[in-house]
């Protein structure tokens, strides 16, 4: 538990594989200055697959 408190990180495994987040529970992909900051799986993350665009019509 103390590694919890004194650990700034993203995901913390003890004494486990270091792979195997579960989408959308355990958000992965960087802390604070790393990364994008939309995690796969995180309610952000299809954004970034997405391109805006604006569409305007005449009203008259």
């Known amino acids: 538990a103390r590694a919890v408190e004194e650990y700034q990180c993203g995901n913390l495994y003890l004494?486990?594989?270091c792979t195997g987040a579960f989408v959308g529970v355990e958000p992965f992909g960087g802390f604070n200055?790393?990364?994008?900051?939309?995690k796969?799986?995180?309610?952000?993350?299809?954004?970034l697959f997405l391109q805006g665009k604006s569409i305007s019509t005449p009203t008259n």
């Open 40 to 47: 796969a799986g995180g309610h952000d993350y299809l954004l």
């Open 33 to 38: 200055l790393s990364g994008t900051d939309s």
């Open 15 to 17: 004494n486990r594989k």
